[in-house]
């Protein structure tokens, strides 16, 4: 919901521009990731996912980028859309036993027509 | 085809209530989870369930008990609610423990006074 969003980073940008969402993440060990969005009122949405052992993955509109070396993930969505106007938040994995996912705050995108 | 359906949407109580919240799936996943999210923090675990009749806990279990006695239910109880459990609360399953095939309820709004 809307409280969600508060005390978040956002990022604002223009219909139709690319955004970049950043997102740093804490273990090493993680060996999966994932980008969700939540719009107000609604429940986390899967968007894309990559692997430890990927640098790069593609989807519709979306690319994820993983950098081991400093332990960072971005999500670019290309052509920015009203629709895309979100909280995205990115999860890492840690294996072993029940695997873990450790949730990041989130950044808010407002995308303005 | 209703995913990860929660009920109530929206709840207040009053210090010293306790009320259960009631999390239903229907693609008969084995894995279901409940998180609760404030602001400017990521969702953080309460408790999980590998299976039905199991239970175990999470990062922030006290305070909260929780039931798995179907395989499609899983219920969160607050047995004496506190103004700090005020949050909103996220009901999640999933087919596998590793983080994949993750399914979000559209959540809960608790206030407590």
Not at chain 1, 17 to 22: G, P, Q, R, V, Y
Not at chain 1, 68 to 75: A, P
């Amino acid at each position: 919901g809307e409280s969600v969003g508060l005390h978040l980073p956002t990022l604002s940008v223009q219909e139709g521009d690319n955004s970049i969402i950043n997102c740093a993440y804490s273990n090493s060990a993680s060996d999966y990731f994932i980008w969700y969005k939540q719009e107000s009122g609604k429940g986390p949405q899967f968007i894309i996912d990559i692997r430890s052992n990927m640098d790069k993955r593609q989807g519709q509109r979306v690319t994820v980028l993983l950098n081991k070396t400093v332990k960072h993930l971005s999500l670019q969505i290309a052509a920015t859309q009203p629709g895309d106007s979100a909280v995205y938040f990115c999860a890492e994995v840690l294996s072993g036993g029940y695997n873990k996912l450790i949730f990041g705050a989130g950044t808010r995108l407002a995308v303005h027509p | 085809n209703a995913g990860v359906t929660q009920t109530p949407k929206f709840r207040v109580l009053k210090t010293g209530q306790s009320m259960t919240l009631l999390c239903a799936q229907d693609m008969n996943h084995e894995y279901m989870y409940w998180y609760r999210q404030d602001p400017g923090m990521g969702l953080r675990l309460i408790h999980y369930s590998v299976g039905e009749g199991t239970t175990a806990k999470g990062e922030v279990p006290d305070g909260y008990n929780v039931s798995r006695l179907k395989k499609q239910n899983f219920l969160l109880g607050l047995e004496s609610a506190a103004p700090s459990q005020t949050s909103v609360y996220f009901c999640a399953s999933s087919y596998s423990a590793g983080g994949y095939g993750y399914t979000f309820g559209s959540g809960t709004r608790l206030t407590v006074v």
